[in-house]
Structures are given as structure tokens and as C-alpha cells.
């Protein structure tokens, strides 16, 4: 029903994101990935969509791209997984190191993911290697242009040792990404910890 929506950012956290478009707020479940390419509130956004619906209630997922979006589809057609902990899956580790845990049936890295027991990492392994054998995603050395960086110093920057929030730590990164996109990960967070002193 929705593939993708253009708006104004009007707020987000972790947990969602309100995008407007022609006068409506949308509220959406951002993914890692989605909350990572945002900008600034008030600037213009673009995240592809999921509906979920279910009897009693109805919400949307935001995603980066249809790739990803593809990713946690793939994972809802899991039995007895559903989206809160696709998405957990999705926003915990890079498209190609889910591909390899899968192919290469790595149960310690699927149950390292809070959420994910012995038994879901069993039926993650068994009900997607088919599927993801003929995806190619790139790799986190291929990816690891400044979105990626950003969005390591983001992890490090909200992790529970450093405990600031998303809204702290992209506006402190935007400020510090200012001065030049050059910056290695750990010259990120040191620059950023500075702003938010």
C-alpha cells in the first residue's frame, strides 16, 4: 500500500520518527539504518515504508532503501517472528554480516542479538538460507564510506557506556561533520564528546 514517503522531519527518537507529508504526521518504527541517513527536524526526509496490520492495530516501519525493507520482509516470513524483533535483527548487525550468518549457520552471532534465542536463530537459519543465498549485499569494508563511520560513532556515542541519546548524538556528529567528512570513527566520537561537554 505505501512504498515510500517525502516529507518534513517534524521529530524523532529511537524508537520512532514523525515525518509530515501533504498536512498528515506519519509515525513510524525507524530502523538503524533509516534513523542514521536523517538530517536535522525540519529538514526534508525520504523513508521507504512497511504497513503492518494486524486486527487491533496498525503501523508503519521506516527503512535506508527497498534493500533493507526486502531484508525484514524476508524475516516476517519467518514463523513466530515478528516485526519488533526483525527489526531488531535488522538495526543490530550490517545486510552482509546477516547474509554470512545465515549461510555460514553462525547460532552464537544470531543469539548474540537480544531477542533472538537458540530456537529462533535455528529457524532464522533454516527458512532464509535459501533465500539470502542469491542476494549480494555489500560488504561493511565496502560500505564503510562516512555514512558508515557516522553511523559507528552513532553506536558508540548511544551504547550504554556513553549513554547519550540519538537527538545528542546526530546533532553533535552534524556539527562536527561540519568541519571536514575525512574524520575516522574514534576522530568522530572524540570530536563529538567535545561538543556535547
Known amino acids: 500500500m505505501f512504498d515510500y514517503i517525502t516529507g518534513q522531519l517534524v521529530k524523532y527518537d529511537e524508537d520512532y520518527l514523525v515525518v ?4 498528515i504526521g506519519y509515525s ?9 541517513q536523517l538530517s536535522e ?3 526534508q526526509v525520504k523513508v521507504f515504508l512497511h504497513l503492518d496490520v494486524k486486527e487491533d492495530d496498525m503501523n508503519l516501519y521506516g527503512f535506508s532503501g527497498p534493500r533493507e525493507r526486502e531484508i525484514f520482509r524476508m524475516m516476517l516470513s519467518v514463523s513466530r517472528l515478528g516485526p519488533k524483533t526483525a527489526l531488531t535483527v535488522l538495526s543490530s ?5 546477516f547474509r554470512r550468518a545465515i549461510l555460514e549457520e553462525e547460532q552464537e552471532t544470531l543469539t548474540s542479538i537480544k531477542g533472538i534465542g537458540k530456537k529462533t536463530a535455528r ?15 555489500e560488504t561493511p ?13 552513532m553506536q558508540a556515542l548511544t551504547s550504554e557506556s556513553m549513554g547519550f541519546s540519538v537527538r545528542e548524538a546526530r546533532k553533535a556528529l552534524s556539527s562536527v561533520r561540519k568541519d ?9 566520537v572524540q570530536s563529538a564528546l ?3 561537554s
Do not use: H, W, Y
Request: glycine share 10%; proline share 2%; no cysteine.
Open 93 to 97: 548487525m550490517e545486510k552482509s554480516e
Open 141 to 153: 569494508a565496502e560500505a564503510a564510506g562516512t555514512n558508515q563511520k557516522v553511523s559507528l560513532a
Open 180 to 188: 571536514g567528512d575525512d574524520l575516522e570513527v574514534e576522530e568522530l
Open 194 to 196: 567535545k561538543e556535547l
Open 28 to 36: 513510524i518504527k525507524p530502523s538503524r539504518g533509516a534513523l542514521d
Open 20 to 23: 509530515e507529508s501533504g498536512g
Open 41 to 43: 527536524e525540519g529538514e
Open 123 to 137: 529457524r532464522l537459519i533454516l527458512e532464509l538460507k535459501e533465500k539470502v543465498a542469491d542476494m549480494e549485499f
